[in-house]
């Protein structure tokens, strides 16, 4: 049996033991919460209602010495839609270390209260929602399939889960969420702690402090909110912006506190006679400089050691020893961090490992110190005085030890004996890309030729490794010529070639096109407008919104273009240049044609991923300017003959086939939407 599959058969029997254990059950009401009647909606409340549906009321209240948290929701089935879509009820539980306690679920009809609670009924299913991403937890899915639901009905259903993960100690960390993209009719909030513990509370987005009292010698802090209208939010924000109120609850004093708890996670230990250590040893030997070794054991767990993780229980946090990942070849975040640390170590490098957020990065300094608050590890290294970042679970990965790129993390927490405060991690390097596009224009008929040749560095070239490596020519041929299909409907791909550059880290693609349509004809002229086409769908476009949030542009990219046209006899052009700057870019055009060569060439620098809502307006001023002046008309007289060239606006929007043609991952933005 293959290694991969004994792993996963001692994942599934460890999962089906703890399953069998933890079976939901029902169990009454824990003494400690506070009972709160299901609220009424005013009609102010019905009209914001979405998908058939309203919240009546939504409750959480946390016990953290008991390691409990009850949950509480009543929804109103306001449309037979609504029905068709909620009439099952789904909870989510680690069988590792929860426990599903069933309290009630029933139908609200006028008077009658009618009961749905069957555990025996339920279905436990063994989702896997991050397989797709090589990533196993073993958690669980309890679903209850309502009967006899109706219009009108409303849905009241009560649970707690008992148990806390055990690596994560008895200190508590959470949030409360205080606003949501629908409307909430009640809200309510409670954690309950011993007096003597210290809990510390931070808001966001709102000034909603808890009232406190006491309760049985016992601290209580409650959160209130009543007939909660929804946050509508602009599209197109900032993948790290999060714009709803939100409250972090968390015991953790400081960073420190959580650099202690996360030390022995990844404490060193080394065995001369292990793996580890023989491969530690066949690096030196191929390697002289601690610089290119470095750069060797880096490329041995971005390459050889795949990605995947089972991360059930503790093996959330918990990386397996390096010696393991090494015997397996696979590990998460974590164990490759680990082994990569343990290598450096034994070559003599000093080596860390740096918890980090990969979605919220850059604001994790707004947030409370807890272990939760990251989602993802990388590592730090010393050479030479110097100090480098990566992330060994990025592949394919080439050129120089400086050129590499490291994603835009934001924030960090060294785990560093002595690190007492995050640090602000170095800032990406901008992908840098140069096209090359050249027509052969044949003749006034429309017959042409395109080659593309583009040069890509960094991240790009990092992508396009791993496009070419996993889809075929084919399909990338495919999706660049829809493309340029945009432009010109009768183009037919030639060729595509792709070569890389390990020592530079460029990549370098080329493709040829033949083209039956270069000219459109308008009343007697031939005509043929042309405009930079990757950096136009580069561009990230406003709409005309008010803005209440950040918009989002995407990573920073400097992207050279330049587009030669041959054309079949001589041609009377406009020579011009075009600069514009603003805070989030730089632009410029030139244009200059002698003879029947004409050469457009043009430059776009991202300066951020982002702008703010006090530069939103100039921003789109900008890209008004930018728009009325990217594009270059060709054309010629068919009554006398008589040839020009001259600067015009835009000819088409934007085409998400750019992301397609460099891959790059780190172009997409994508918009975060918190629902409940």
């Not at 953290?64 to 948290?69: E, G, Y």
């Not at 436990?124 to 991050?130: T, V």
Request: some cysteine.
């Amino acid at each position: 049996m293959k290694p991969f599959a004994i792993a996963f058969s001692l994942l599934l029997y460890t999962f089906l033991v703890a399953a069998q254990n933890n079976k939901p059950f029902v169990g009454p009401l824990p003494k400690w919460i506070t009972l709160n009647e299901t609220a009424v909606a005013p009609d102010s409340l019905l009209a914001e209602a979405e998908d058939g549906v309203l919240y009546l009321a939504y409750e959480k209240q946390v016990n953290p010495a008991a390691n409990t948290t009850f949950y509480k929701a009543a929804i109103q089935m306001r449309t037979q839609e609504g029905v068709e879509a909620n009439s099952e009820i789904t909870v989510n539980f680690d069988p590792s270390y929860q426990k599903l306690i069933w309290h009630h679920i029933v139908i609200r009809r006028g008077n009658s209260r009618i009961n749905q609670l069957q555990v025996s009924r339920q279905k436990l299913m063994q989702q896997e929602s991050d397989r797709a991403k090589h990533l196993y937890d073993g958690s669980l899915s309890a679903v209850q399939i309502l009967a006899d639901v109706r219009k009108g009905d409303i849905v009241e259903y009560a649970y707690s889960l008992a148990g806390r993960n055990p690596i994560l100690g008895n200190l508590y960390t959470g949030t409360f969420d205080l606003q949501f993209s629908i409307p909430v009719a009640w809200l309510y909030y409670k954690i309950v702690v011993p007096p003597h513990r210290q809990v510390q509370f931070v808001n966001r987005g709102n000034l909603q402090a808890p009232t406190f009292n006491k309760q049985e010698g016992m601290a209580v802090y409650e959160w209130k909110a009543a007939n909660l209208m929804p946050l509508r939010t602009n599209n197109n924000i900032p993948y790290w912006y999060d714009p709803y109120p939100v409250t972090m609850i968390s015991e953790y004093k400081n960073w420190e506190q959580v650099v202690d708890w996360a030390l022995p996670l990844y404490a060193v230990s080394t065995s001369a006679t292990d793996n580890v250590s023989k491969l530690a040893t066949t690096i030196k030997k191929q390697h002289t400089s601690d610089l290119d070794r470095l750069l060797a054991a880096l490329r041995f767990v971005q390459d050889e050691v795949r990605y995947m993780g089972f991360e059930m229980g503790e093996g959330s946090y918990r990386p397996h020893t390096p010696q393991q990942v090494l015997e397996n070849r696979y590990g998460d975040c974590k164990d490759k961090v680990f082994l990569l640390c343990r290598l450096l170590h034994d070559l003599g490098i000093a080596a860390y490992p740096v918890l980090v957020n990969s979605g919220k990065g850059k604001v994790l300094n707004q947030m409370l110190p807890a272990p939760t608050v990251f989602d993802h590890v990388v590592i730090t290294a010393q050479v030479n005085g110097k100090t480098y970042y990566f992330d060994p679970t990025i592949s394919n990965q080439r050129g120089a030890v400086d050129d590499i790129y490291f994603p835009d993390y934001g924030y960090g927490l060294i785990v560093r004996a002595g690190t007492k405060q995050l640090s602000a991690l170095p800032r990406q390097k901008p992908a840098k890309v140069e096209i090359v596009e050249t027509f052969e224009v044949h003749n006034l008929q429309g017959e042409a030729s395109l080659s593309v040749i583009t040069k890509s560095y960094g991240s790009a070239a990092d992508e396009l490794r791993t496009k070419f490596g996993n889809d075929s020519n084919r399909e990338i041929q495919g999706g660049y010529t829809k493309f340029y299909q945009q432009y010109f409907k009768n183009i037919t791909p030639q060729s595509l070639t792709f070569a890389n550059d390990s020592i530079t880290g460029m990549v370098t693609t080329t493709e040829k096109y033949k083209i039956e349509d270069f000219w459109g004809e308008v009343r007697n002229l031939k005509k043929a407008t042309l405009e930079p086409f990757v950096i136009t769908n580069l561009v990230s476009r406003p709409d005309n919104n008010l803005r209440t949030a950040p918009f989002a542009l995407g990573a920073p990219v400097n992207c050279n273009e330049k587009i030669i046209i041959n054309l079949p006899e001589p041609w009377e052009f406009h020579n011009d240049k075009i600069q514009l700057d603003h805070e989030a870019f730089s632009y410029k055009a030139q244009y200059k044609g002698i003879g029947s060569r004409v050469e457009l060439v043009y430059n776009f620098q991202g300066k951020k991923d982002h702008v703010t809502t006090a530069e939103f307006n100039s921003y789109k001023k900008a890209i008004k300017k930018l728009d009325e002046q990217i594009g270059y008309t060709l054309t010629y007289s068919i009554e006398d003959a008589t040839a020009s060239g001259s600067a015009v606006g835009l000819l088409s929007g934007y085409f998400p086939y750019w992301y397609i043609m460099l891959g790059l991952s780190v172009f997409i933005t994508y918009q975060w939407k918190k629902r409940r």
